[in-house]
């Protein structure tokens, strides 16, 4: 278990840094807005959300 | 005047007296054993240090400047958190058992212990942080005179001038504020619960006081996020700022990747982080839910950085006020005076904290790896025996801390103006990312070497003041800057902005590839070429493999000979009496010696004493104090392997004595077992035994009074005589019958029977068993069906036992019928697998307890009448006899509508079934 957490948080890394790196960040890099609200700017809260929650289910679920 | 300057300043004084309430606390329930601090969320709360006043205030300013740059910042410690399980938990385990409290220690300890590499990460430590510090002094006192100074925000530049004198006595009455704060313990530890629990109160309210602004903003100027983005789309030139390119610049994704690198290295480095991070790091497992909770604080603080700078821009109009100053200025102008008061508190817990835990950390770095080493080399110090040193090492830290605020206060005054908040902040992060390749592969290398870290952290440092904090300083207008434009001595190679020609990147990042790639190849390829001392092998060990070494079987990489006086003598130098007292204690209680004086100083005690005082002093002084109190020998590389040998020899053994002592308990298990079947065996046993004493002794009983009558009455009737003799015959039968089934039974159980096995006509079976005993029938007047198909496929199996089965279920049933109108009827049915016989009565019916028990020895239900005739073993032997041959026996019955016996055949018979019925009746 302890093995299989530490795997995936390592993959999970590697998403992140994907996600925040080019070519995926240039792609909410265009000039439209969603709910009034800039595209960029949002893109990037959103994923960064996601990424807390994913963080928090794979710490807290499992052995206590 | 926006608001008066006593009440601010005693406002502030307040705040700081009630963080020093909270920390006095924390450290007197700490000192009870009832820690405030052991929570998740208050170690969460705690590594949000992170977050200084340049987030607080400089966030906004880079915000309304480079639009969504302020976040790369914030994304790298999220990414780093991800990994904090795997890396921070390691950095934590080893600081745990080795009393690592610093950085500069984690790393020299890492290398051999080595005060060469703790002085050097100190120094580069000091030199870096000093802008950070030096930041947060110009954050407060900016702030301060804004809030004081005259309502109109666009002269708040000038009139912050007058107040920077005061900045001075700002600093000092802050140093003395973390003197009483961090260094006031009499005992020496290295864990501070009072600060953290300060640090972290203090995380409550800077990330409450920037939420508050942040909606007063949104919502109380403007109608809401969508009104506010609304008018700044509107608006190109503030549009832009929500879009990655807002500039021309070329590599911008190198300088975003730059950012992102640097704050993930940060986070782990910074001696702030390292602190509440590691070193204040309560329980381990706390780490599991502030890895999130941590970069969820970052989230909620980084929510309104956009709309405050957005706001700023439109409300005062670009470049008309400080945007590093929008939280404060934008309340201010609205009049709202008590918000901006608050929000200054905000920031001033947001600079305070980052001060407090910064400068601890630090002086603990410069008394042990810089003073510390320069006071061992004088034989002086050394060689004076005895004496309480604790007082000596408070008073260092004290200076260090006062020193380290003014070197702050001296860079702010001199070159404060010259930049932004957040520029200084980043070379700071990027002095102390040249940690990052030393202590991460420390972890996890053991082939990294003294010397290839020394070659790198040099070369890193030299190449970070080359191409950033010298220029840094030139542009601040202190040294000529003629170096920058043509190089040094007109080497325009060496031109620092643009090392060997490298040009096209922003200084950050250009300083960041050239310092961080030197550092990097440095450390690698020399640590490829040299080879490492005994006691830097036994370190990389130790702290590679951390994680398999807890428990109590971890080499102990020492020899010599020690005297326990002079270890006691040592300890109380430099952890006080009483420390000194509880560590021998406690080690005597460990090896259940009855008193210290009965201690031997072996190499487990000295290595106790040595981490115990690298808690105090830092690893490295610790290992020269040591080695000058003890009669060391030296310690080489076969050394280190032979001691590795024995402990993993050592772990070997424990680990097979404990496989041993498992089976021996697992055996010890079965045996138990075993002897509680053999006991239930042998009452079954007895039980059986009584019963068939019991069932011979009733027909002996009557034989026996019949011949007594006759012997005694010798004119009996013939025809009295003539009875009695045929009961006696009867019972006679009836007494073999019974020894005939009980020795039947004990043959079949015992699995000698013979079996005479043959291809077994069922219907031939049957049609034989019926004709045997339908002459019986006819006399009681009863009906007896037999409904058989015809062509039943052979079954192997013995012919003369089955139809001594079905002989036992016709005549039981031919008892419970009743007479003259008795009916029984024989069902054969044959399936693929099988065949399944069934013998239904039309008797009384047996009831639901009963048939649970009828097929158990002697056990016989129905009428008392009934018994004379059986034995009670004609069923079990019949079941012994189905199983025997992998089939099943059955009884269904409803009370008053007769019972059904039914056995079912089967024409494979599994090996392995028959075994185990096999094993089934040995054992009944």
């Known amino acids: 278990m302890k093995r299989a957490r530490s795997s995936r948080l390592v993959a999970l890394f590697c998403l992140g840094w994907l996600l925040f790196s080019f070519p995926v960040l240039s792609l909410w890099d265009r000039d439209v807005s969603l709910f009034g609200l800039p595209l960029f700017p949002l893109a990037l809260f959103l994923l960064w959300a996601a990424l807390i929650i994913a963080l928090a289910w794979l710490m807290e679920r499992g052995e206590s | ?924």
């Not at chain 2, 031997?600 to 106790?608: I, M, N, S």
């Open chain 2, 1 to 924: 005047m926006n608001l008066p300057i006593g009440l601010v300043v005693a406002i502030s004084f307040a705040y700081l007296a009630l963080l020093f309430g909270i920390a006095w606390y924390g450290d007197r329930r700490a000192r009870q054993g009832r820690s405030i601090i052991s929570s998740p969320w208050v170690y969460a709360l705690s590594i949000a240090v992170y977050c200084t006043a340049w987030t607080y205030f400089g966030s906004v300013g880079r915000a309304s400047v480079e639009g969504v740059w302020f976040l790369p910042i914030y994304l790298g410690p999220m990414l780093a958190m991800i990994l904090a399980w795997v890396v921070v938990r390691k950095m934590i385990r080893i600081a745990k058992t080795y009393r690592i409290t610093s950085v500069a220690d984690f790393i020299a300890s890492r290398y051999g212990k080595n005060p060469v590499i703790a002085g050097l990460v100190t120094l580069i430590t000091v030199v870096g942080i000093v802008p950070y510090i030096a930041l947060q002094l110009k954050a407060i006192s900016a702030g301060f005179g804004l809030l004081t100074g005259p309502s109109d925000p666009t002269l708040t530049e000038a009139s912050v001038t007058w107040w920077q004198d005061s900045t001075l006595y700002m600093a000092l009455a802050l140093a003395g504020f973390i003197i009483l704060f961090g260094t006031r313990h009499l005992d020496m530890t290295e864990r501070h619960e009072g600060m953290v629990a300060a640090i972290a109160f203090e995380s409550i309210i800077k990330l409450v006081a920037f939420l508050a602004v942040g909606l007063f903003v949104t919502y109380g100027m403007f109608n809401g996020l969508g009104d506010l983005f609304g008018r700044a789309l509107n608006d190109p030139a503030i549009a832009q700022l929500m879009r990655f390119d807002h500039g021309a610049t070329p590599h911008l994704y190198s300088q975003w990747f730059a950012l992102i690198l640097l704050a993930m290295l940060s986070v782990l480095f910074l001696p702030r982080q390292f602190q509440v991070m590691v070193v204040e790091n309560v329980d381990e497992r706390h780490l599991k839910r502030a890895a999130w909770v941590f970069p969820l604080y970052l989230f909620l603080i980084n929510l309104f950085v956009l709309p405050i700078a957005i706001a700023g821009l439109i409300h005062f109009g670009p470049g008309q006020a400080n945007p590093d100053l929008f939280v404060l200025s934008l309340p201010l102008a609205e009049g709202a005076r008590w918000l901006a008061l608050f929000v200054f508190i905000g920031g001033l817990s947001a600079a305070t904290g980052m001060v407090i835990v910064e400068s601890i950390a630090v002086s603990t770095m410069i008394c042990n790896d810089l003073v510390m080493p320069a006071l061992l080399k004088t034989r002086r110090f050394r060689h004076r025996r005895g004496g309480d040193l604790t007082r000596l090492l408070k008073s260092i830290r004290r200076l260090a801390i006062v020193g380290l605020l003014l070197l702050g206060y001296l860079y702010f005054f001199l070159a404060g103006d010259a930049y932004a908040l957040v520029s200084i902040g980043l070379i700071s992060f990027a002095a102390v990312a040249q940690f990052a390749p030393a202590a991460l592969a420390g972890m996890y290398w053991k082939g990294a070497t003294s010397a290839g870290v020394l070659t790198g952290l040099a070369i890193g440092f030299g190449l970070w003041v080359w191409t950033l904090m010298l220029p840094s300083i030139a542009k601040s207008g202190w040294i000529a800057t003629g170096f920058l434009d043509h190089g040094p001595f007109g080497l325009a190679l060496l031109k620092p902005e643009q090392f060997l020609g490298l040009s096209g990147l922003d200084p950050l990042t250009h300083s960041l590839f050239w310092s961080l790639a030197g550092n990097l190849i440095a450390f690698v390829v020399v640590s490829f070429y040299t080879r490492p001392g005994a006691r830097e092998a036994s370190q990389a060990l130790l702290f590679v493999d951390v994680f398999d070494r807890s428990g109590g079987s971890e080499p102990v990489f020492w020899q010599g000979q020690a005297r326990v006086d002079d270890l006691v003598k040592l300890s109380e130098r430099f952890l006080g009496p009483d420390a000194a007292r509880r560590l021998f204690a406690e080690h005597a209680a460990d090896l259940g010696a009855s008193s210290i004086a009965a201690l031997e100083a072996d190499a487990r005690l000295v290595q106790r004493v040595e981490t115990r005082l690298a808690g105090a002093i830092g690893s490295a002084s610790a290992r020269v104090m040591v080695a000058s109190a003890v009669d060391e020998e030296p310690l080489e590389i076969d050394d280190v392997m032979r001691i590795l040998e024995e402990a993993s020899q050592l772990r070997a053994y424990s680990q097979a004595l404990e496989d041993k002592s498992r089976s021996l308990e697992q055996a010890t298990e079965k045996l138990k077992r075993a002897n509680e079947q053999l006991k239930s065996l042998d009452r079954l046993k007895d039980d059986f035994m009584s019963s068939v004493t019991h069932e011979l002794r009733t027909p002996l009983t009557s034989i026996r009074a019949l011949t007594e009558m006759m012997r005694d009455d010798p004119d009996m009737p013939t025809e009295q005589r003539q009875e009695f003799l045929g009961i006696m015959v009867a019972e006679s039968e009836r007494l073999s019958r019974l020894v005939g089934q009980v020795l039947d039974l004990a043959r079949i159980e015992a699995g000698h029977a013979e079996w005479h096995n043959s291809d077994v006509d069922m219907q031939a079976v049957v049609t034989q068993a019926v004709g045997s005993i339908s002459s019986r029938f006819e006399d009681k007047g009863a009906v007896l069906e037999v409904r058989a198909g015809s062509h039943f496929k052979p079954i192997r199996a013995d012919a003369d036992r089955l139809i001594q089965v079905l002989l036992n279920l016709l005549s039981n049933a031919l008892k419970v019928i009743p007479a003259n109108c008795g009916r029984v009827v024989v069902d054969v049915v044959e399936d693929d697998d099988g065949v399944t016989v069934e013998v239904a009565d039309n008797g009384p019916g047996i009831s639901l307890e009963e048939q649970a028990e009828v097929f158990d020895k002697f056990r016989q239900v129905g009428d008392r009448d009934q018994h004379r005739e059986g034995t009670g073993l004609g069923l079990p032997i019949s079941r012994q006899i189905i199983e025997h041959f992998g089939g099943r026996m059955w009884v269904e019955s409803e009370p008053g509508h007769g019972a059904t016996f039914g056995f079912y055949l089967p024409r494979k018979q599994k090996d392995d079934s028959r075994a185990e019925t096999q094993r089934l009746g040995e054992r009944q």
